[in-house]
């Protein structure tokens, strides 16, 4: 099926409130999704298990305590780091210490449940940046990246061995020079606006933004839900 790009980031900011994170971890999520939807690496199925990972308990948010100090571990013992949770604030941490805290250029994520996520979370901080952010993750797969003001550079792995899932540890590090080959960067937007989404990872996010809904009642009527008599109420 063919989801547009605004429909994407809209509904993935939704869904991501629908499992109680704040509106701005919502937010960077759906601009993240749209732009991995516009690279064509990946699949939006990573932003759907990191919602049910925490929707089922599976994953939960960081310790502030060792976070402050540049290192974000799970707060509850047992269960992975959300990369819905940790990601947003890893890289405003290294964003707005880039030329004023040495001791955050590099950020250590442990037992982070979908890498994928925070890596586009990542493309999307460096597009306003004037350093880039480079990370590193998974012994198995080794992949190293760098995101350059919104442009994705393989170092080392290939896209497809983007989509491994956690548990894994994950760095990500303030450089200060665009690497070598950046014309080589994965970040070549697909055509149009139209993205064809498979209808099952569709209707799973569909089932998180539907909890936002507010039972039709003659009492939710009344308080403001739904519309008017006219499209213009």
Known sequence: MQVSLSEIETSICKAVSA???PLGFGEDAGRAARCMAESGIGSLAAFVDALDALDNGQSTGFDTESA???EFIPKSAGQYLSALHAGPSACDLLVSAASTEPEYKKITLNDV???LVILFVSLVASTDMNMGLHL???KENNIEAVCWQGSLIMIKGAPENLCVSGPTELSILLVA???KGLETSCNEPIQGKLIDID???WR???????RLLVE???TSRLTGAGAGVIDMD
């Open 19 to 21: 499992v109680n994170l």
């Open 136 to 138: 590193l993750w998974s």
């Open 216 to 218: 039709a009642t003659k």
């Open 113 to 115: 449940d979908i890498p």
């Open 199 to 201: 209808e099952v990872i």
């Open 177 to 179: 020079k665009p690497p």
């Open 68 to 70: 402050v100090m540049g």
């Open 204 to 210: 799973r996010i569909i089932a998180y933004t539907s």
